[in-house]
């Protein structure tokens, strides 16, 4: 059984620094991409970054060069490192899994498995 759980979310001022986690289990193999995404109060669920199983990254405009992805398979743990905070990134953070061993074939693809969420609270 496949599961997700995540951790890490909290209450930060704006500027500052928060890592996510994403423990996984139930994965009889590696070919997966996993990402993260983010919903915001009142506003639809988005991509935020995402990593194909040969650690390309990719991710969305607004979270270039203050969020950085990375995963590790000894630890079973996807992570969401996010630095230079604002206030617009608070938001309930989910991570999910796409079972696809090719590249990250982009945002519209429904994903297979998600975790329940962490929240991060930006203030101003």
């Known amino acids: 059984q496949v599961q997700l759980v995540e951790s890490g979310g909290g209450s930060v001022q704006a500027g500052g620094s928060l890592r996510l986690s994403c423990a996984f289990s139930?994965?009889?193999?590696?070919?997966?991409?996993m990402a993260w995404f983010r919903q915001a109060p009142g506003k639809e669920r988005e991509g935020v970054a995402a990593?194909?199983?040969?650690?390309?990254?990719t991710y969305v405009d607004s979270v270039k060069g203050r969020f950085t992805i990375s995963q590790d398979n000894a630890k079973n743990t996807l992570y969401l490192q996010m630095s230079s905070l604002k206030p617009e990134d608070t938001a309930m953070y989910y991570c999910?899994?796409?079972?696809?061993?090719?590249?990250?074939?982009?945002?519209?693809?429904?994903?297979?498995?998600w975790g329940k969420g962490t929240l991060v609270t930006i203030s101003s």
């Open positions: 999910a899994v796409l079972l696809w061993g090719g590249s990250w074939p982009g945002w519209d693809y429904d994903m297979d498995y």
């Open positions: 139930g994965f009889t193999d590696y070919r997966f991409c």
């Open positions: 990593i194909d199983r040969h650690g390309a990254a």
